[in-house]
């Protein structure tokens, strides 16, 4: 991950495993197993290089826990660097209701909610980010708070709708896609980009800056053009 940007937010680099016909997950929106080893300790060395993680509220219930750093080399390198030994957990969500059984509540992990509504208590979370514009989040107060708080780099774990809303506000950086030998089909399936789509001639452009085959999977990982 790069230094962050003169814009006093966080850099911001997305991190997700695909079928190799580009889904996220299967139409029933199970949690992802399709990933190898190999994906799972570059996930985590991402996490362990972030200060906060994002994802979304749907990504939570599907998987019900939060990906946090074990491997205790990275935890190591954290602590030697002067960082907490887990980035903060920041969830997103607009209505802001959880199973209080899951998982997630009880892991040793600061735990961060962003949400458009101030009015409710959020029982499990350390900080409640609320934060509105036309009665959705405001995401770049959002991202201006959460760069004030330490977060310098930011990974967002998914999945495809809150992804596209940081897409279309010009909020994400970086991209990490492992792309991986399994096709999941669907036309229902979530793929990396939710939500509302970018015409052709609108659509952010990429710039590759790595590919890295390992095993039967491969590691693309590109910078997003900034916008003209
Ligand atoms: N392959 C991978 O690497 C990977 C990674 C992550 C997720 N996934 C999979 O992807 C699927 C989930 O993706 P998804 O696109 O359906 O959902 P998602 O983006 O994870 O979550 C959607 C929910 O998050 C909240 N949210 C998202 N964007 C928001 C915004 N702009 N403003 C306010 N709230 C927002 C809302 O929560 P409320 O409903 O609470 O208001 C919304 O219903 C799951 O199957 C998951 O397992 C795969």
Not at 128 to 142: H, M, Y
Request: hydrophobic content about 40%; aromatic content about 8%; overall charge negative.
């Amino acid at each position: 991950m790069h230094e962050p940007n003169i814009s006093q937010r966080p850099h911001t680099t997305v991190v997700l495993a695909i079928s190799a016909d580009g889904k996220i997950s299967d139409q029933w929106r199970s949690h992802p197993q399709f990933g190898s080893a190999n994906d799972y300790a570059h996930l985590e060395q991402q996490v362990a290089a972030a200060d906060g993680v994002l994802f979304g509220a749907a990504t939570l219930r599907a998987g019900g826990s939060a990906m946090r750093v074990l491997q205790p080399e990275l935890i190591a390198s954290r602590v030697g660097a002067g960082k907490p030994p887990q980035p903060v957990q920041i969830v997103c969500s607009r209505i802001g209701k959880f199973d209080p059984q899951l998982t997630f509540f009880r892991q040793p992990v600061p735990r961060w909610l962003v949400t458009s509504q101030s009015e409710q208590e959020y029982p499990g979370f350390d900080q409640v980010l609320a934060f509105t514009v036309n009665g959705e989040i405001d995401w770049r107060s959002a991202f201006r708070q959460m760069f004030d708080l330490g977060v310098k780099q930011l990974a967002v774990l998914g999945g495809g709708e809150l992804i596209s809303s940081l897409l279309h506000l010009g909020l994400i950086d970086e991209l990490w896609l492992t792309v991986c030998p399994i096709l999941l089909g669907g036309a229902t399936a979530p793929t990396p980009i939710g939500g509302e789509g970018f015409l052709e001639s609108a659509a952010p452009r990429l710039q590759l800056l790595e590919v890295k085959p390992v095993d039967q999977e491969v590691f693309l990982h590109y910078r997003v053009q900034p916008q003209t």
